[in-house]
């Protein structure tokens, strides 16, 4: 959600002359596209503005702003400690921030321009006032031409007790359907091939107008139909709102990629009852159970909290065993960290001491990337499919800007990363490679070539 807006802030930036610099001193505006999920992304910008109190004073026409969840939560807080900072944007205001800077340009002094809080006005205001930012786009508006991230909902009425997007992001609200196909198919008409839908969770989506209901499986259904988009993903999953219906529409049509981001949080149904999550380990279970029976070919991702308040050893080890027991594509570990403001950190102490959450962390990533690598040998020999996104990391950090052969990377439908050989031209088609080796996170293939194309063809296809 975070790359989404900045980049529609960086687009929104560009259309009044701006350019963007990697060198701070030569920008006349810093922007910090922020995050409040953990409180070690907090530090790191109010680090990273520490750092940039001397630029300030060395040229005091430097516009910096900070914009985002953290602009949401702390507002005025943020001038209390940095007092340089010019600018604070929270992201249902994001659509301002060109205005904003020229007026702080032209004299007006500091700005700042949230949403209300959860409580500080009716349902109806308060989702007034967290306003999504969606403007049309054009090509020159993306990191690359051929995928793009369109957003479907904003905000979350789910409340678990650890999160903060709750009380920043506002309230859940669906956009209308009709303006998320004319964005995607606007986007195909600029060459387009992928979108990615978003939402804090996806699948609840549903916009109501009159008695019709639009949900997550009728916008799949409008969105399969234009012409240019053949792939089409969304994250991130609520495990309860895994409907059949849903499922059912993923199988059946084929521009919609089987690859599931259904975070479980916790393999204890104690911990999952404080984090208030609204589903047992059993029930995520049957899920899971449901998910393997529609979608065989699928991958499912989890994410994962470790020494979320009381987690006892016997409870994180409940969490290791269902890793291992259902085997994830790969999973995001986080350690709990505190957010005042939500239910976890008034009701329950942070108890579980920052060295023992971090053994936590690492042995539940340990058991993950057995697994992950374990999956991805499977791969060795098969044909894949991928999108072809661009230089591979590697090529990127030596700078192959010239040569026309180069190491590319692109993504299969099921979400799987793979690094070849290939020529600079090849990036945004849509290729098939063979695989024939693997590690943890990658997949290295090479390029069927027309003169072993048909009898590799002939092989099945691996998502
Ligand atoms: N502490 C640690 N991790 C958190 N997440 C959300 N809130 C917190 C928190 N307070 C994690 C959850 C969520 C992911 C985006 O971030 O696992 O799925
Ligand atoms: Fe946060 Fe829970 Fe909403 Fe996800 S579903 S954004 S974890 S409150």
């Known amino acids: 959600m975070n790359v989404l807006?900045?980049?529609?802030?960086?687009?929104?930036?560009?259309?009044?002359?701006?350019?963007l610099t990697d060198n701070?001193?030569?920008?006349?505006t810093i922007l910090f596209n922020t995050c409040s999920v953990r409180q070690h992304a907090e530090d790191k910008i109010y680090s990273?503005?520490?750092?940039?109190?001397?630029?300030?004073?060395?040229?005091?026409?430097?516009?910096i702003g900070v914009l985002g969840c953290m602009a949401q939560k702390d507002q005025r807080l943020i001038f209390e400690r940095a007092p340089y900072v010019d600018l604070i944007v929270g992201p249902g205001q994001l659509h301002q921030v060109p205005q904003l800077i020229a007026d702080i340009a032209e004299g007006a002094g500091r700005q700042l321009e949230v949403s209300l809080g959860r409580k500080e006005g009716t349902r109806a205001t308060v989702?007034?006032?967290?306003?999504?930012?969606?403007?049309?786009?054009?090509?020159?508006?993306?990191?690359?031409?051929?995928?793009?991230?369109?957003?479907?909902?904003?905000g979350c009425d789910k409340f678990c007790t650890y999160c903060i997007v709750p009380s920043v992001r506002g309230p859940e609200q669906s956009r209308p359907p009709v303006e998320i196909v004319a964005e995607a198919k606007q986007?195909?008409?600029?060459?387009?091939?992928?979108?990615?839908?978003?939402?804090?969770?996806?699948?609840?989506?549903?916009?109501?107008?009159g008695d019709r209901k639009t949900r997550l499986s009728d916008l799949l259904h409008q969105l399969h139909e234009i012409e240019g988009i053949k792939r089409i993903k969304f994250v991130t999953n609520y495990p309860k709102d895994m409907t059949v219906d849903l499922l059912e529409t993923v199988r059946d049509l084929p521009k919609c990629s089987e690859y599931l981001h259904v975070p479980v949080q916790s393999g204890s149904n104690r911990v999952l009852e404080q984090m208030k999550r609204g589903y047992t380990v059993e029930d995520y279970r049957e899920m899971m159970e449901r998910i393997r029976k529609w979608l065989p070919d699928g991958s499912v991702t989890s994410d994962f909290i470790v020494g979320f308040c009381g987690e006892t050893e016997e409870e994180f080890q409940l969490t290791c065993?269902?890793?291992?027991?259902?085997?994830?594509?790969?999973?995001?570990?986080f350690k709990y960290s505190e957010r005042?403001?939500?239910?976890?950190?008034?009701?329950?102490?942070?108890?579980?001491?920052?060295?023992?959450?971090?053994?936590?962390?690492?042995?539940?990533?340990?058991?993950?990337?057995?697994?992950?690598?374990?999956?991805?040998?499977?791969?060795l020999g098969r044909g894949v499919e991928v999108l072809v996104e661009g230089l591979s990391k590697a090529a990127v950090k030596k700078n192959e800007t010239d040569s026309e052969q180069v190491q590319l990377t692109g993504r299969t439908m099921c979400d799987r990363i793979v690094v070849f050989d290939g020529n600079r031209r090849q990036i945004g088609e849509i290729l098939p490679?063979?695989?024939?080796?693997?590690?943890?996170?990658?997949?290295?293939?090479?390029?069927?070539?027309?003169?072993?194309?048909?009898e590799l063809f002939s092989l099945p296809v691996s998502s």
Do not use: W
């Open 5 to 19: 807006d900045s980049e529609l802030v960086v687009a929104s930036l560009r259309k009044e002359g701006y350019e």
């Open 433 to 454: 490679l063979t695989v024939y080796d693997a590690n943890v996170h990658t997949l290295f293939g090479s390029v069927v070539t027309q003169h072993v194309g048909p």
């Open 24 to 28: 701070t001193g030569d920008a006349d």
């Open 187 to 209: 986007l195909a008409d600029e060459g387009c091939k992928e979108i990615v839908l978003l939402g804090q969770t996806v699948n609840s989506y549903c916009y109501r107008e």
């Open 127 to 154: 989702e007034r006032s967290h306003e999504s930012f969606d403007p049309l786009r054009d090509a020159t508006m993306r990191p690359t031409p051929y995928q793009a991230y369109v957003r479907i909902q904003i």
């Open 48 to 63: 990273a503005l520490g750092r940039l109190k001397h630029a300030k004073r060395e040229n005091p026409k430097k516009i």
């Open 340 to 379: 005042p403001g939500t239910k976890g950190a008034e009701n329950y102490p942070d108890d579980v001491p920052d060295d023992v959450k971090r053994r936590r962390n690492n042995e539940l990533l340990a058991i993950q990337n057995e697994i992950s690598e374990e999956d991805n040998q499977a791969f």
């Open 321 to 333: 065993d269902l890793v291992r027991e259902q085997r994830f594509k790969n999973s995001f570990i």
